[in-house]
């Protein structure tokens, strides 16, 4: 049984910060990429950042390049989305997955076998 957990959402003020963590039970992160995404009202699902199964490479969108920053610690089976300088425009549902073995071009969303339930970021004052 595969399951992916995402948690660290709430409201923050524009200007703020938070961290977002994807924990996998029921299997090891540690043989797969492991995706960001999210999705705000009316708007499809975009791709946020990616991590490599070996933390060689990491990709972010541009709207988000130099605010966010992605890591994994693959012995808490855990992997977190730091978002700092944070807009109302990142308000949305944010979501982890996993793709076998690398991450997507430009994070698309393709490929990505196992998904979160999501969590809500809002930015606002």
């Known amino acids: 049984q595969l399951l992916l957990v995402e948690s660290g959402g709430g409201l923050v003020q524009p200007g703020g910060s938070l961290r977002l963590s994807c924990a996998a039970s029921g299997f090891t992160l540690d043989n797969y990429a492991i995706g960001w995404f999210r999705q705000a009202p009316g708007k499809e699902r975009e791709g946020v950042s990616c991590?490599?199964?070996?933390?060689?490479?990491?990709i972010y969108a541009d709207s988000v390049k130099g605010r966010f920053t992605i890591s994994r610690d693959n012995a808490k089976n855990t992997v977190y989305l730091q978002m700092n300088s944070l807009k109302p425009e990142d308000t949305a549902v944010y979501y982890c997955?996993?793709?076998?073995?690398?991450?997507?071009?430009?994070?698309?969303?393709?490929?990505?076998?196992?998904w979160g339930q999501g969590t809500q970021v809002t930015v606002s004052s």
């Open positions: 991590i490599s199964s070996s933390s060689s490479n990491t």
């Open positions: 997955a996993t793709r076998r073995y690398y991450c997507s071009a430009n994070v698309r969303p393709v490929g990505y076998d196992y």
